[in-house]
C-alpha cells in the first residue's frame, strides 16, 4: 500500500502544463506513484476532441520510462463519464492515501462534484496554480509556471507546448480534426 498522487483530466491535448505539474508532484517525498488517469469524458463537458483511448495512448508514450508514474486506463475502460469519487473508491482498494491533484481553474468549481462532500473526507487536495487564481492556505499548491489550457491549445497547436515524444502525431491529429 502506497500514498499516491491522483491527476485525473481529459488531457485534449497532453501540454507543458501537465508535465510542468508531474515534475512539481515528483518533489514531494510524501508521494510514492503518480497514477495520471484520463477521463473517457468529462463529467462537465459533452465532447472530447480525440478519443479516450488515443488520449490514453499518448499519455502511455510520454511517460513510458518514468517509474514512479502510472498511466491508467480506468475511467477510459468505463466508457461513460466517470465521477471523481467512483475513481477514488477504486484506488482505495490499492493505496492507503490520495493526494487528489486539480487546477486552480477547477478548484472554484470543486464544491460542484458529485459527492463533493464523501471524496473530500478520502482525499487530500493538491491545487497546481492557474491564471493567478488564489488558493486557500489551507490546501498544498503547485507553484506552476506555465500559461496554458487544452483549449487555447487546440486553437493555436503551439508544437513547442505538447510533449516532444508525441508533439507531430498530436498535432497533426488536431490539424486534420479541425479540434477547436
Known sequence: M???????GSFDPPHAGHIAIVEALREFEKIDKIIIMPTFLNPFKSLSYAPATLRLKWLKEIFRHDKKIIVSDYEVKQAEKTPTIQSVQWLLKSYKKIYLVLGADSFASLHTWHRYDE?????EF???????IKIPDNYICLNI?????SSVLRKNLDIQKIPSKC????AQF???NNAK
Open 145 to 149: 509556471d506555465e500559461n496554458i489550457s
Open 119 to 123: 471524496l473530500k473526507e478520502k482525499v
Open 174 to 176: 488536431y490539424k486534420e
Open 126 to 132: 493538491i491545487i497546481a496554480s492557474r491564471d493567478k
Open 2 to 8: 502506497e500514498t499516491i498522487a491522483l491527476f485525473g
Open 167 to 170: 508533439a507531430t502525431e498530436i
